[in-house]
């Protein structure tokens, strides 16, 4: 990497060694941290820990199928209905291949958490808005990590840019500097779970399940559908697009908040807690 006046030139490699990719670690990190901070929050609700033991299963089956379900069925539907055994290999079949998971998409994965969660949530039977409250904090920290990731790969970055630190993205064959949109949804992202965290730690009076969750939707959300302005597209369909992929599949999960959180207002947002005698 070095830097000139006017840009950076990123030339990382996406691998630590052999072929173990940062993409990789970045994803085991946030999976293994977010599992941490879950378990703490069961901790310091006195809550039993079997709710801790359940968990991970279900989310990272969801994770994982939904941004992989996401991706195939809301970016190139057309090629992977047409071979649908390729969604769930890792294989390219025409002409045979070892491709890996090439495309996981994080509105997909949110919709996938959704699901888990309410399985979870129903067999441990815990209110699913509490479920949600908690996990959602966890997964804004993930979307730092992933990001970061996708800045190593060189990939999901922003068109050209003027501003000092634009990135010239070697590896992808750039020799103009591009916005690193990978950072701008980081930083976002962490600052997010940095609020939300704080909000969860709020004692006295506690907010009403779904509250964080709702915040959640809204600030995510609605941080990357404004990134998605500076963002290249991801796929050539969205080129003539007013709006992109990731921008439409945002709309409804930031109204989604929105919708949840003025419910939430008129009942009020916090839970009065009768005082101790």
Same mark, same amino acid.
């Given at each position: 990497? @070095? ?5 950076? @030139? ?9 072929? *173990? ?5 970045? &994803? ?19 809550? %039993? ?13 969801? @994770? ?5 379900? #996401? ?23 025409? %002409? ?6 090439? #495309?996981?998409?994080?509105? =997909?994965?949110?919709? #996938?958490?959704?699901? =888990? ?11 699913? *808005? ?13 979307? &730092? ?12 970055? =922003? ?20 916005? %690193? ?40 959300? #609605? ?19 007013? *709006? ?12 989604? =908040? ?11 947002? @916090?839970?009065?807690?009768? %005082?101790?005698?």
């Amino acid at each position: 990497m @070095t830097h000139n006046l006017l840009s950076v @030139t990123w030339d990382a490699s996406p691998y630590i060694f052999w072929g *173990l990719r940062w993409y990789a670690l970045m &994803f085991l990190i946030s999976f293994a941290l977010g599992l941490w901070i879950y378990k703490n929050m069961i901790l310091r609700e006195h809550r %039993p820990i079997s709710l801790f033991d359940n968990v991970w299963m279900p989310v990272f089956i969801a @994770t994982i199928a939904g941004a992989r379900l #996401g991706h195939c069925l809301f970016y190139d539907p057309g090629y992977f209905l047409a071979h649908p055994l390729e969604i769930i290999l890792p294989v390219r079949f025409s %002409p045979f291949e070892f491709v890996g998971y090439q #495309g996981l998409a994080s509105h =997909g994965a949110a919709v #996938g958490i959704l699901l =888990g969660l309410y399985y979870y949530s129903r067999k441990n039977k815990v209110p699913y *808005l509490w479920t949600l409250d908690r996990v959602v904090i966890t997964i804004a920290l993930a979307g &730092f990590f992933i990001r970061m990731g996708n800045l190593m790969n060189s990939e999901v970055y =922003g068109h050209e840019t003027n501003l000092p630190w634009g990135f010239i993205f070697v590896r992808r064959g750039e020799t103009l500097p591009k916005h %690193p949109t990978q950072i701008y949804e980081a930083l976002c992202y962490l600052l997010i779970f940095i609020f939300l965290y704080m909000l969860y730690l709020k004692k006295r009076p506690p907010f009403r399940d779904g509250v964080i969750f709702s915040l959640f939707l809204i600030l995510l959300f #609605g941080a990357r559908f404004c990134i998605e302005f500076v963002k290249e597209v991801q796929e050539d369909f969205e080129k003539n697009m007013i *709006l992109d992929m990731g921008q439409i599949l945002s709309i409804p999960l930031i109204l989604a =908040g929105v919708i949840l959180l003025i419910g939430l207002y008129k009942k009020g947002l @916090t839970v009065k807690v009768k %005082p101790k005698k």
